[in-house]
């Protein structure tokens, strides 16, 4: 540690020290001051610093500039007679105070307890070094330090931190909460301390560390992310849960400090968001070694107020010993008589002078300091022949105190020139720390002279301090100043007016709104908090819908969700003509968070909501918006109502004279119709022509919808539907939108099994769900495409037990779907074991409308089951009952535009020919069958129609042996093709190659070839 004046660079927790409070200095700034301090004996050049401390990015030399003179307000250093950091003008700086390196291990501790400025506290300190010690023997601590507001606890926390400061290999990392932040910006104080962390360290082994075990966080901090990087992490992380996310950081530290002690200082935890409480009881109530201390400071009143649930969770710890508290009392007479002693050394002061101080302040550290200093400030307390000495009698003092604090600040207030006054009300409005910039937007402040004001109370120790020279959200830089204690803001800002209270709120988020424009997205919690109280509802439920987007994206569903129900309280308050509006946007947007998260039945209630409310005051679009996102939920638990609800929007857009929406809700509705009714070539039509609309008034642009990946391979489009889908996934990949992106997969990897690439498309589904279960989300769309894989690849044990246990799971999804495809599996597992009644019972429940109820696709499955039907007829030489089944088969399918379906009827219509010795509907049926392989690329129905074409060849007898043989080639090519996608090692690889021959005559030919 170095020391220069009364200043200690502390380089091992990356701080700047004055006696025993913190100087607030940015990182970067610690940087610059640090290296002229290490190389104190010499001129440094801008280019030296620009490349020490800059070295991969072009950095405008200007900025150096800034942040030394954000050094020299730290240190007070003036810039005529500059006593720390001299300028060469053009060339460079050089640090000129005097250097000393203090001897590391010196007793630092004792410094501040003997020598130093905080007195009594010495149980606090004791029980302090005492979990600090258990923590280093690797059981994780987490204490809470409590007492009413300026008792003692931030002092408390900074001696402590002093006095560990240089132990080796400890790092002290700090967090603060911000009051009106609490519950909107979620973990707010845990990403600060570990962002802080991440930048002091210089990224290296936590950065690493973060990118193994907790991806959720480092995303968070996207400075420190390479492009490249990027894409891999969100997919990494896609469908994460908040859980997860508590549960990677939880990992991530105890592998940081399974070697090196770790303390995290979590400050004014009276303001904490939820999610920062899931972090903490997290902490406390793992196992594992950990050389870690979590110490929280809070004001127990203050959670009262607040409902905060912070007190059922420090009681619970404590009582189970997973957790400690230290509770602040007040100062005793003997600190008092002690803290006269440090602070005027020497001091003469009559008998009682303690005992009156310490009755005036209550024993309240900040009451007690306040008195002190207004005393010295009126000149009752003064030096004299370099003694400090009483100028009254003690008697005469004592009316002249103010029995509280409050009044005391409020006399110390009125003490101030009117524009000092005008500053601070603006800048307690503007939070504990402020921008130089924040405050000259109240009209009457003369901007210019502002930063001389604050310098001018900063020196004389009034109300606030320097906090440095720092940027701002959108990069430009300001002078910033922090309140010397929250009570000095809470105190002014209480004084307030509320009139005048709201007029400055709304002054400030109004600049802060055309300031921040590119970053309105970042600063959303701030402008919804300076509007609402501003008073400008309608801004602050905007920002408020921008602040829940903000939450779900680090996974914090819920804390999103209370964001947007409060913005819903406010909606009441907005004028009657956007009320309405930004009541259904609000909705829409619990709708949005409820449907990523998988809470289907939350979403549909909130859409429907929203839909309601937009079309009692006729807002059309908006109605119609929420009718097209009310489909999505339904969709997936109840397709009737998602049907009603697109056509209900089809119907009212055909009203709004907006084209392109028209169109799109016309491919919404065929769409729907073509996935959970039927296919009717009707449907089709309108999609096309819809989708042809709207190609040619966007100018002939995709217009990239998921819903045509689904619907390409009803009609063998199978490489569009997986060029949509990869476009897809990449676009979806950067939401939270963890249904859409599991959907999106899910069509990716259907598009791959009907390209006969099993081998891929389970790929995805095996990584996918692995994926979402690692994360707590339910992969259930993947699973059951993984059951449609298994049926495909006639794994049908398989498919039926993925399928029961998706049925027992409760996963709050309908279970239609499911025992349709476990049904569809038995049936076909029986077929192959000669059961036909138990067969044709399975394949029934399948077509049966009130055993299965409709779902996505469920008449492609019925087709199936009929086709299953016909199939287990021919098996037990029932030709007449096959025969049936296999003409409406071919019926049904030709009305579609389903080639592989088709194909699939030929060749069961072939089959029971060739049974029936047909040999001229055999050969019509061959040749249909085959025609369609022409045009389309259908490799799962064609090894079927190749293998019934070489058995037609074979036993028609018509001495066509080289065109049997050729379709016994085609088949077996296309088989082991299928079969190859998958690697040699997959179960599902044997399975198929066993069962191909055995299920299906036509696929005989590899068996006897
Ligand atoms: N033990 C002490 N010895 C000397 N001074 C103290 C002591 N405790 C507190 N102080 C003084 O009182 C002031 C207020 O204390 P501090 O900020 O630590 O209170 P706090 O409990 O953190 O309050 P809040 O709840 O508002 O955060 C400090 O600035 C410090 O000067
Ligand atoms: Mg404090």
Redesign the pocket.
């Known amino acids: 540690m170095k020391q220069f004046h009364s200043f200690r660079l502390d380089t091992v927790n990356h701080c700047l020290w004055r006696g025993?409070?913190r100087v607030s200095l940015t990182p970067k700034a610690f940087d610059v001051l640090r290296y002229l301090v290490e190389h104190a004996d010499r001129l440094v050049t801008q280019d030296e610093l620009l490349a020490a401390l800059w070295p991969e990015t072009y950095v405008n030399p200007e900025v150096i500039k800034k942040y030394i003179l954000g050094i020299r307000k730290a240190l007070g250093d003036p810039r005529d007679k500059p006593e720390f950091i001299e300028t060469f003008p053009r060339r460079g700086y050089q640090f000129v105070a005097p250097v000393t390196e203090l001897i590391s291990g010196a007793p630092l501790g004792e410094c501040i307890n003997g020598a130093g400025?905080?007195?009594?506290?010495e149980g606090a300190m004791a029980q302090l070094d005492g979990y600090l010690d258990q923590s280093q023997n690797s059981q994780r601590q987490v204490a809470f330090?409590t007492?009413?507001?300026?008792?003692?606890?931030?002092?408390?926390?900074?001696?402590f931190h002093q006095s560990v400061a240089n132990r080796s290999n400890l790092r002290i990392i700090r967090g603060q909460c911000v009051e009106g932040f609490g519950g909107k910006e979620a973990y707010y104080p845990v990403l600060e301390a570990i962002g802080q962390w991440v930048r002091e360290a210089g990224g290296g082994q936590v950065v690493q560390t973060l990118a193994k075990q907790a991806p959720t966080w480092l995303i968070q901090f996207p400075s420190l992310i390479k492009a490249e990087q990027r894409e891999a992490l969100q997919k990494e992380i896609h469908g994460a849960t908040r859980e997860r996310m508590v549960r990677e950081i939880c990992e991530a530290l105890e592998s940081l400090t399974a070697q090196d002690p770790l303390v995290i200082v979590l400050?004014?935890l009276?303001w904490v968001d939820p999610s920062t409480l899931d972090f903490i009881s997290a902490v406390a109530r793992r196992r594992g070694p950990a050389k870690l201390l979590v110490l929280g400071?809070?004001?127990p009143a203050d959670l009262i107020i607040s409902k905060s649930p912070l007190k059922a969770l420090k009681q619970d710890l404590v009582l189970h010993n997973l957790g400690h508290e230290i509770s602040?009392e007040r100062?005793e007479e003997p600190?008092v008589a002690e803290?006269l002693d440090?602070h005027f050394p020497g001091g003469s002061f009559p008998d009682g002078f303690a005992n009156l101080i310490y009755r005036h302040s209550g024993g309240?550290?900040?009451f007690?300091?306040n008195i002190l200093l207004d005393m010295v400030k009126r000149g009752l307390i003064a030096q004299v022949d370099r003694r400090w000495t009483l100028q009254v009698a003690l008697e005469d003092i004592e009316p002249r105190v103010p029995e509280t604090l409050d009044q005391l600040i409020e006399m110390q207030f009125q003490q101030l020139s009117p524009y000092e006054q005008c500053i601070l009300r603006s800048a307690s409005v503007a939070g504990e720390r402020f921008s130089v910039w924040a405050i000259s937007t109240a009209a009457e402040i003369e901007s210019s002279s502002i930063e001389d004001a604050c310098e001018r109370l900063a020196d004389r120790l009034q109300f606030i301090k320097a906090a440095g020279i720092n940027a701002m959200a959108n990069g430009q830089i300001s002078a910033h100043y922090d309140f010397?204690?929250?009570?000095y803001r809470e105190v002014l800002y209480r004084r307030l007016s509320e009139v005048n209270r709201s007029k400055l709120h709304l002054l400030l988020a109004q600049r802060l709104k055309e300031f921040c424009d590119p970053c309105e997205q970042e600063q959303a919690t701030e402008l919804a908090l300076h509007f609402e109280a501003g008073r400008d509802f309608e801004q602050a439920v905007h920002y408020l819908i921008l602040a829940a987007k903000n939450a779900a994206g680090r996974f914090a569903y819920r804390g999103s969700i209370e964001i947007l129900r409060h913005a819903l309280e406010l909606v009441p308050m907005i004028a009657a003509g956007k009320r309405i509006q930004l009541e259904v946007q609000t909705l829409v947007q619990i709708g949005d968070t409820n449907y990523a998260s998988g809470n289907m039945t939350d979403s549909a209630q909130a859409y429907e909501k929203a839909a309601s409310q937009a079309a009692q005051v006729g807002l059309g679009a908006a109605q119609v918006t929420a009718l097209i996102r009310l489909a999505h939920p339904l969709g997936l638990i109840d397709v009737d109502r998602a049907v009603a609800a697109v056509e209900q929007a089809d119907q009212i857009s055909a009203s709004l004279n907006d084209p392109i929406l028209q169109a799109r809700t016309q491919i919404l509705a065929s769409c729907a119709r073509l996935y959970y009714h039927t296919w009717r070539s009707r449907d089709a039509e309108l999609y096309a022509s819809a989708k042809e609309t709207i190609q040619r008034l966007s100018g002939g642009g995709q217009y990239p919808e998921m819903h045509y990946a689904h619907l390409h391979p009803l009609q063998g489009g199978y490489q569009e539907a997986l060029k949509i889908a990869e476009d897809g996934i990449l676009k979806i990949s950067e939401t939270t939108n963890t249904v859409a992106y599991l959907l999106a997969l899910g069509a990716k990897s259907v598009a791959l099994m009907h390209l006969g690439r099993l081998g891929d498309a389970l790929h995805i589904m095996r990584t996918a769900i692995e994926r979402a279960e690692k994360n707590g989300s339910d992969p259930w769309v993947l699973k059951i495409r993984e059951a449609w894989l298994r049926t495909v690849a006639m794994d049908f044990e398989g498919a039926q037990q993925l399928c029961e246990t998706m049925i027992r799971s409760n996963s709050g999804y309908p279970t239609g779907q499911p025992k349709a495809i476990a049904w569809f599996a038995a049936g076909n597992a029986a077929l192959s074991h000669a059961k036909y009644n138990e067969a044709l019972q399975n394949f029934r429940q399948v077509i049966d409308e009130d055993v299965t109820p409709k779902f996505f696709l469920h008449w492609y499955w019925r087709t199936l089951a009929q086709l299953g039907m016909a199939n287990v007829w021919l098996a037990s030489g029932n030709l007449k009952n096959a025969e049936t089944e296999a003409k409406l088969l071919l019926k049904f399918t030709l009305s579609t535009a389903d080639p592989s379906l088709q194909a699939l009827a030929w060749e069961m219509n072939a089959r029971l020919a060739i049974a029936g010795k047909d040999w001229g509907d055999a050969e019509k049926s061959v040749q249909n069958g085959l025609a369609i392989l022409t045009n389309f690329e259908i490799p799962m129905a064609a090894w079927r129609l190749h293998g019934t074409a070489w058995d037609f060849y074979r036993q028609a007898k018509n001495d066509n042996d080289k065109a049997a043989e050729t379709h016994r080639k085609c088949a077996e090519t296309c088989i082991l093709k299928i079969a190859d996608s998958f690697a040699l090692d997959e179960p599902l690889r044997a399975t198929f190659l066993a069962a191909a021959p055995d299920s299906l005559s036509g696929a005989s030919c590899l068996r006897e070839s």
């Open positions: 025993e409070e400025k905080m007195v009594g506290r330090i007492g009413e507001a300026g008792i003692g606890k931030t002092t408390l926390v900074d001696a400050e004014d009276h400071t809070y004001r602040l100062l600190d803290y440090i309240n550290a900040l007690l300091v010397r204690h929250s009570l």
